[in-house]
């Protein structure tokens, strides 16, 4: 580890956000939260809690939470976004003429563009401008259980190592490992595309499957994401790091993750509309399905997997009749990658 970094901003005052406050609290001098609510701002800075999202953990005297964009922003060195996807576009806009050209931004968002289908990078590079400096962060990082100081790691991208470096520095510590690649597009979509998966997870619990399926649906939706991924530039072997199998392995099997509880209310007859207002939260999985069934047709990839998911959230299709149907496609060969 080196000296402490300088002033790092988070944007998104969720739970995730207030974990990467958390954690980049312990290498920053100073770490301020921008909060799209500025109501939930002031109760933080009454509280020094996450009074809505993490009422149990108390905030290190260096984190400092705000609504307004222009203070969290001022004099960073490096920006983390954690905001749902589809947001990620206008604060991007929003904060580009409140930055230097020399801050790096890193994606802590797991999601794809619904209208764009372009991954959050992408969306950073269009609305920040050419020459942007961006970085990604994807991997097993279960908010709460990261609140609790338990143990985990993650991976940080970036086409230039030295902004990969520079962000792993900044946010390493005891509790929280970061590892280093430059396959932007590998972490990005292992990230993201684990959402789906992990809706099917729930849906298997739901349905009261056993390990046997569940090892089935990990490893088959394992290499549908590699499929897609490399189809969009990502490295195969990328899906066996930290941001694809560890992160894939972590939300499946947890309730912790909003993703699973969705598909497992859905698996017990919730309505999609009424499982996402019992969340109260984002569930990325949701929207993600929608934008990657969309593209894998225009690119002609197979994912047999989302398709069942997408007719099970947006289409009405029974959970059970779903599972039928992927048991009884084609038979097919295991080696597709060799």
Same mark, same amino acid.
């Given at each position: 580890?080196?000296?402490?970094? =300088?002033?790092?901003?988070?944007?998104?005052?969720?739970?995730?956000?207030?974990?990467?406050?958390?954690?980049? +609290?312990?290498?920053? $001098?100073?770490?301020?939260?921008? $909060?799209?609510?500025?109501?939930?701002? #002031?109760?933080?800075? @009454?509280?020094?809690?996450?009074?809505?999202?993490?009422?149990?953990?108390?905030?290190?005297?260096?984190?400092?939470? @705000?609504? /307004?964009?222009? !203070?969290?922003? $001022?004099?960073?060195?490096?920006?983390?976004?954690?905001?749902?996807?589809?947001?990620?576009?206008?604060?991007?806009?929003?904060?580009?003429?409140?930055?230097?050209?020399?801050?790096?931004?890193?994606?802590?968002?797991?999601?794809?563009?619904?209208?764009?289908? $372009?991954?959050?990078? #992408?969306?950073?590079?269009? /609305?920040?401008?050419?020459?942007?400096?961006?970085?990604?962060?994807?991997?097993?990082?279960?908010?709460? /259980?990261?609140?609790? =100081?338990?143990? @985990?790691?993650?991976?940080?991208?970036?086409?230039?190592?030295?902004?990969?470096?520079?962000?792993?520095?900044?946010?390493?510590?005891?509790?929280?490992?970061?590892?280093?690649? !430059?396959?932007?597009?590998?972490?990005?979509?292992?990230?993201?595309?684990?959402?789906?998966?992990?809706?099917?997870? =729930?849906?298997?619990?739901?349905?009261?499957?056993?390990?046997?399926?569940?090892?089935?649906?990990?490893?088959?939706?394992?290499? #549908?994401?590699?499929?897609?991924?490399?189809?969009?530039?990502?490295?195969?072997?990328?899906?066996?790091?930290?941001?694809?199998?560890?992160?894939?392995?972590?939300?499946?099997?947890?309730?912790?993750?909003?993703?699973?509880?969705?598909?497992?209310?859905?698996?017990?007859?919730?309505?999609?509309?009424? +499982?996402?207002? /019992?969340?109260?939260?984002? +569930?990325?999985?949701?929207? !993600?399905?929608?934008?990657?069934?969309?593209?894998?047709?225009?690119?002609?990839?197979?994912?047999?997997? @989302?398709?069942?998911?997408?007719?099970?959230?947006?289409?009405?299709?029974?959970?059970?009749?779903?599972?039928?149907?992927?048991?009884?496609?084609?038979?097919?060969?295991? #080696?597709?990658?060799?």
């Amino acid at each position: 580890m080196t000296e402490a970094a =300088g002033r790092i901003a988070i944007l998104g005052g969720g739970s995730w956000g207030t974990v990467l406050a958390l954690t980049a +609290a312990a290498r920053a $001098c100073e770490v301020r939260v921008w $909060c799209r609510d500025a109501r939930l701002a #002031e109760e933080v800075a @009454t509280h020094r809690v996450n009074v809505r999202y993490l009422p149990d953990v108390a905030l290190p005297a260096n984190v400092a939470f @705000t609504g /307004e964009l222009e !203070t969290a922003l $001022c004099d960073a060195e490096l920006v983390l976004v954690a905001v749902p996807t589809e947001a990620v576009a206008a604060i991007a806009r929003a904060s580009r003429p409140l930055v230097s050209r020399q801050t790096l931004f890193v994606s802590a968002a797991k999601g794809i563009e619904i209208a764009s289908h $372009c991954s959050v990078s #992408e969306v950073l590079g269009r /609305e920040l401008g050419p020459g942007a400096r961006i970085a990604v962060l994807s991997g097993p990082n279960l908010a709460r /259980e990261m609140a609790a =100081g338990k143990p @985990t790691g993650a991976v940080v991208a970036s086409r230039d190592p030295a902004d990969a470096r520079q962000a792993q520095l900044a946010l390493s510590t005891q509790l929280y490992r970061l590892y280093s690649s !430059t396959d932007v597009i590998g972490v990005e979509m292992g990230g993201a595309l684990k959402n789906i998966i992990a809706i099917g997870a =729930g849906i298997v619990r739901g349905l009261g499957f056993g390990d046997n399926s569940m090892g089935a649906l990990l490893t088959r939706g394992l290499a #549908e994401m590699a499929r897609y991924g490399v189809r969009r530039g990502a490295r195969p072997l990328t899906f066996n790091g930290l941001s694809g199998m560890g992160d894939l392995v972590a939300t499946c099997n947890s309730p912790l993750s909003r993703n699973h509880r969705v598909g497992f209310a859905i698996a017990r007859g919730a309505r999609l509309d009424d +499982a996402l207002k /019992e969340l109260g939260m984002v +569930a990325e999985g949701v929207p !993600t399905t929608r934008a990657v069934r969309e593209h894998a047709g225009l690119l002609g990839v197979d994912m047999p997997i @989302t398709k069942e998911i997408h007719s099970v959230l947006f289409e009405g299709k029974d959970a059970r009749a779903a599972v039928v149907d992927l048991m009884s496609r084609d038979l097919k060969s295991e #080696e597709e990658f060799r």
